[in-house]
């Protein structure tokens, strides 16, 4: 295992909210190879010579603190460690309502709730989301006390294998919350970012519908 | 288990008139733990100890491997064991699991990749052979790697009398000939093939967390691999508490299977072997694509009179699948020809519906043609060549929901105003549910609780649901009365899910039992309610004798007599079963001829099954069929690098599904017009069609006939002007 005493990328404070990383040193942390750098303008190129020298490369394990589903939740990973494989991989007790079925920001399974905004989680480092409120679906509803989101998914069969539901449920809880009047037409903007294989697509939607008629009716949502 | 009483009557479905569960819109009864991330699927098991694995693959199909170091992985921290697949001097055949070189375990998933990353390989790679025209070229190189094979055109078999066939078709009114393309299609489970194997799972048990469709049968193959004896099948445990899509791709262990049974024994430690989703691509399974030219031939009526088809199934190493010739309808003179063209792309699979909707593009496209060659229209035509009658009300129904009354082109396709046009098309489907031998155990105990329990999996079907619906309808119970146990290979055997066998064999075997312990009980109450076994009424939580609802029992004060917990078992009743389908869909397309984009407006399916056992699932899964048809139709297609080799779709960017945005409206009919006493399965049926539907109406729509799927803009664009 990496050095575990390395909890902190050299020469930076580590409560300083994580360090602004660039795409460049991203890659580097990520053992990727950087663009050649013909194919960059001149622009570029400086930019990224300045923020190669403005930010230093993380390497072994950090300790981070996240305020998840309302709790602190303190584990160790590694600066490069996405937000989804810490819930799924690094945290005791893990959160694997969240799923990993691309891991390139391009299938909506993972997404949750950071700071009120839907967001790919695989696309999102742990680090970068110090200080901020994580929502998992786990942390909208449980089978025992489920949000009207949830409750409208099941009363409207919005599933089948399911694998993709935590995703659909999280960013439609997401654009009921942004957008509480939205008509059908929004709705599936809202939800184009998730990708379902079994086609639960319209009943997710009557889901959707169902959940927003319920607010009207009876106040606010859960 | 005490079975206290030989069955006195047959066990029925019973008029739908009296169900009080069945038939019904169920909710799933496993819809709190999925939309709430309670679900455990295999990707999110967690063990103590477990190491991540991952795979390096090679990234074209042919090579020879020069040579692999793996010391540099080894070395890096976190890596716990690199297993070395393939050796120097070791020839790569096809891409997929033919192409995995070494397995590296870690502590943490990241580490792994940095493991896989960390291995040189050399090779020299070879002509790729991924293109079938390539393939048949004489001095391509054999990528058909069945003994004693000289050639990569297999399983060549021609049907027929060609030459009277031909003589038909030149004798007949009317004739049109059509070629068309079908391209490789991808089953995209969102959770990726795997497994997590706990090699000392349970004192001498290892226990295997698999995504598959075949929990029963999946132990079998692992045995070796964990080091077990032929015959101690017994000592591997399956578990699929629940999975993420198959369709047809998840039979058997496969070589991830293998590696991770073999790891697992080699470390002595649980290993969590997911494929990632580049890996899904290139090997875990594909619907194979297929080339044909159809003539077909009619009188002035239209109605068909011979049939000429020449097919090719491009399924990689595999045969490929095609459903044959003619395709629904009847045509009295067929002359088939059937030849798999073998490449070095990894073997197609079953995938929901194998060889249909491939034979139906092609068919219905055929057919579409007759149709406007002869001026018939191509409600009337299909119509006139469908020998079931259900088969035609049912194009009736699916025309009059889509509004195919009202609309203008009919006879010809429609002239695009400003360069929109909108159609209408139609396709119909049949298939034949299978069923087979399955077991089901269910347990009433004294506290009234009421376990039903096989070992089926719930591929996203709604089969858990009616594990514990159909009992509950047996006992008058809630759903939420009875649990249901499934996904585990210890509980009363059953069949693999695939051809839609599940709900047919499953559904008897649960009602057998359903019905065995409905009359146990009904022996005990003899002494309390007078009646004989078979002479009770079960409802609301209650019984009573028939014709004496004043005396009557709650379940619980029943369930009070029994001394200890009663057990019974059932099996499949071929008397429950009945497995014959048939479905017709209808879409509505707008075609914008200077773009290219089709936009589909509307799909309509109207599909026959036996007994509902749950209304709302079925919509959902001929929802489904129509979603993947449409996807299937509008997007996808699997794209090898000719040159090279390399799989450029191997991703969901580049490999693209149907999502929110391209949903139309749609309206899925069950057809309950032939009330039939028995129960079968159907998800295969509403998958075939769809795509020839949409391709039939954007020739509606504007004249364009799409001979090639998918119909994205650039090729709607090279229909219309011959090239974008
Ligand atoms: S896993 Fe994050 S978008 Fe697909
Ligand atoms: S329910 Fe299976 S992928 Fe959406």
């Known amino acids: 295992m990496a050095d575990p005493n390395q909890s902190a990328p050299e020469g930076r404070d580590p409560h300083s909210g994580g360090p602004a990383l660039s795409r460049r040193s991203f890659l580097k942390g990520a053992g990727g190879v950087a663009a050649a750098g013909g194919a960059l303008s001149a622009q570029a190129q400086a930019q990224s010579a300045e923020a190669a020298t403005a930010v230093q490369t993380m390497r072994g394990t950090v300790e981070v603190t996240l305020q998840i589903n309302g709790q602190a939740r303190t584990l160790r990973c590694e600066p490069r460690t996405t937000l989804l494989s810490a819930l799924r991989d690094r945290l005791e007790p893990a959160l694997t309502g969240a799923k990993q079925v691309c891991d390139i920001g391009s299938c909506g399974a993972c997404t949750v709730i950071i700071d009120g905004k839907p967001a790919y989680s695989c696309l999102t480092l742990a680090v970068q989301c110090r200080g901020k409120e994580v929502t998992t679906v786990e942390g909208l509803g449980s089978p025992e006390a489920m949000s009207d989101v949830q409750e409208a998914f099941c009363a409207k069969d919005g599933m089948m294998c399911g694998f993709c539901t935590p995703g659909f449920v999280v960013a439609t809880h997401a654009a009921l919350d942004r957008n509480p009047e939205a008509d059908l037409e929004e709705l599936k903007y809202e939800l184009s970012g998730n990708i379902c294989r079994c086609g639960t697509y319209p009943h997710v939607f009557d889901a959707a519908r169902a959940a927003q008629a319920a607010r009207h009716d009876g106040g606010e949502g859960k | ?724």
């Open chain 2, 1 to 724: 288990m005490s079975q206290p009483r030989i069955p006195a009557a047959e066990p029925s479905w019973g008029k739908r008139a009296d169900l009080d569960v069945l038939n019904r819109d169920i909710p799933r009864i496993d819809g709190p733990d999925k939309v709430t991330g309670r679900a455990v699927y295999t990707h999110d098991v967690r063990i103590p100890g477990m190491l991540y694995a991952a795979l390096l693959r090679h990234p074209v199909p042919r090579a020879l491997v020069e040579s692999i170091d793996v010391s540099a992985a080894e070395a890096l921290p976190g890596v716990v064991h690199v297993l070395q697949v393939k050796e120097a001097g070791d020839e790569l055949r096809y891409s997929g699991d033919d192409s995995v070189l070494a397995v590296v375990s870690a502590e943490t998933p990241e580490a792994a990749r940095d493991g896989v990353r960390a291995i040189v390989v050399k090779a020299e790679n070879l002509e790729p052979v991924v293109d079938t025209e390539r393939a048949k070229e004489a001095d391509a190189p054999l990528v058909n790697y069945r003994r004693r094979a000289d050639s990569n055109v297999a399983g060549s078999r021609a049907r027929g009398d060609e030459e009277k066939v031909k003589g038909a078709i030149d004798a007949s009114a009317k004739s049109v000939e059509v070629s068309v393309e079908i391209p490789t299609q991808h089953h995209v489970c969102l959770e990726t093939h795997g497994h997590v194997i706990h090699p000392k799972g349970e004192g001498e048990r290892s226990v295997v967390y698999a995504s598959t469709q075949m929990v029963s049968q999946h132990g079998g193959q692992l045995v070796r691999p964990l080091g077990l004896e032929n015959g101690q099948g017994d000592k591997v445990h399956v578990l699929t508490p629940h999975m993420g899509g198959g369709f047809g791709s998840k039979f058997g262990a496969g070589v991830e299977g293998m590696l991770c049974a073999r790891i697992a024994r080699e470390t002595g430690r649980p290993v969590h072997l997911m494929l990632s989703r580049a890996d899904e691509f290139a090997m875990g399974g594909n619907r194979s694509g297929s080339k044909q030219t159809l003539k077909l031939a009619g009188d002035a009526d239209g109605k068909f009179t011979a049939i000429h088809v020449v097919a090719e199934r491009h399924g990689g190493q595999g045969g490929g699948a095609f459903a044959g010739a003619p395709y629904q309808y009847e045509v009295p003179e067929v002359y088939l020809d059937a030849k798999s063209v073998k490449t070095a792309a990894d073997s197609n699979r079953a995938m929901r519906a194998p060889g249909h909707p491939q034979a139906s593009f092609g068919m219905e496209t055929a057919v579409d043609m007759l149709a406007y060659e002869t001026g018939v229209d191509p409600l009337t035509i299909r119509k006139r060549n469908l020998a079931a009658k259900m088969q035609r009300r049912q194009l009736d129904r699916v025309a009059a929901e889509i509004g195919w009354d009202e609309h203008p082109n009919k006879l010809a396709p429609g002239v695009p105003e400003n360069g929109i046009g909108v159609g209408i098309g139609f396709g119909v489907c049949r298939w034949t549910p299978g069923g087979r031998r399955a077991r089901c155990n269910v347990t009433v105990r004294p506290d009234g609780s009421v376990v039903s329990a096989t070992a089926t999996q719930d591929l996203g079907t709604g089969a858990r649901t009616y594990v514990a619906a159909i009992v509950a309808e047996e006992l008058g119970l809630e759903v939420g009365q009875v649990t249901a146990r499934i996904g585990d290979s210890d509980l009363p055997p059953n069949v693999a899910s695939g051809g839609s066998v599940t709900t047919g064999s499953s559904a008897p075997a649960i009602k057998d039992a359903a019905h065995n312990a409905r009359e146990a009980l009904e022996a005990l109450l003899e002494d309390v309610l007078g009646a004989e076994v078979g002479d009770y009424v079960w409802k609301a939580g209650r019984v009573h004798a028939v014709g004496d609802p004043e005396r009557s029992l709650a379940w619980k004060e029943v369930c009070a007599l029994l001394r200890q917990p009663l057990e019974v078992s059932g099996q499949f009743q071929q008397s429950l079963y009945e497995g014959r389908i048939l479905g017709a869909q209808a879409a509505k397309v707008e075609v914008d001829t200077m773009t290219g984009r089709v936009k589909v407006l509307k799909m309509v399916a109207i599909q026959d099954q036996g007994l509902p056992l749950n209304r709302m699932a079925l919509r959902s899964q001929i929802n489904g069929g129509m979603i993947q048809a449409l996807s299937y139709g509008l997007l996808e297609q699997r794209v090898f690098d000719k040159e090279d080799g390399f799989l450029l779709s191997d991703n969901l960017q580049l490999y693209k599904i149907a999502g929110a945005q391209e949903m139309p409206e749609m309206v899925s009919i069950i057809d309950d017009s032939e009330e039939r006493d028995s129960v079968c399965g159907m998800a295969e049926a509403p998958i075939i069609p769809g795509q020839s539907a949409i391709a039939n109406a954007i020739y509606n729509a504007c004249g364009v006939r799409m001979t090639r799927m998918p119909f994205t803009p650039d090729n709607v664009l090279t229909a219309i002007h011959g090239s974008v």
